[in-house]
């Protein structure tokens, strides 16, 4: 089975652009959670969603933005990127019900802001 | 104060050794523990999880939680290189059954095995 791929691997941008990162969950799974990882603040929840709709936040400004379709792939976009955005963006897939507890994550995107 | 506190290391043991990674928190409304492995330059991979109080063991792992102390550890025995990564332990709130909510994670703790 597929695990979780995110695209695009490595992304670099400057500061006032906007950014759209993609996530392909695990077949079968319907709930799919962002979190971005930095070396001062390490791994920090965005958001959650299940069956396209938004079930959870985290403290994010509303710079920080996602969806997530009929078939369970998501995307999430940053706008006006400042250089504190740069950072391992990670996304996780998991099933519903009591398996949710099991997440699983995909490589990352790694973001540059310049 | 963070409501999770991990020491980031980095611990170095000999190969053969057993390691203690640990992990306190303050929200005592976390009913949920986990321990997840990250190598260089990939995502965390799940290693296991606890609900409440008591162990766990799945071959050389034991996860170990203390609610009373808001205290849960994650011992390795018979340490290999291969076991070299970042690992972080993770926790959340009750679960409401429909998806998975939002975990808060340990910043991470440096683990080398010297072979």
């Known amino acids: 089975k597929a695990g979780v791929t995110q695209t695009p691997r490595y992304l670099i941008k400057t500061r006032g652009q906007q950014v759209t990162l993609s996530c392909s969950p695990i077949?079968?799974?319907?709930?799919v959670s962002w979190y971005q990882q930095t070396p001062g603040q390490g791994l920090q929840f965005l958001f959650e969603y299940f069956s396209e709709t938004q079930r959870n936040k985290g403290n994010f400004p509303g710079r920080f933005s996602g969806r997530q379709f009929s078939n369970s792939r998501s995307e999430m976009n940053v706008s006006t990127l400042e250089l504190g955005d740069s950072a391992l963006y990670l996304c996780a897939s998991s099933l519903a019900g009591t398996s949710g507890l099991e997440q699983f994550f995909g490589p990352g995107t790694r973001l540059t802001v310049l | 104060q963070k409501e999770v506190e991990q020491d980031p290391g980095p611990l170095s043991v000999p190969e053969g050794a057993i390691v203690s990674l640990n992990c306190t928190y303050s929200n005592s409304a976390f009913q949920y523990f986990m321990w997840y492995r990250q190598y260089s330059r990939k995502g965390p991979e799940l290693l296991m999880y606890?609900?409440?109080?008591g162990n766990k063991e799945d071959g050389r792992f034991t996860a170990q939680v203390d609610k009373s102390s808001k205290y849960i550890s994650l011992f390795i025995r018979d340490s290999q290189p291969s076991d070299s990564a970042t690992y972080l332990c993770a926790m959340r709130q009750g679960y409401s059954g429909g998806g998975a909510d939002g975990l808060t994670f340990g910043k991470g703790t440096h683990l080398i095995i010297q072979p």
């Open positions: 077949s079968g799974h319907r709930s």
């Open positions: 606890t609900y409440s109080s």
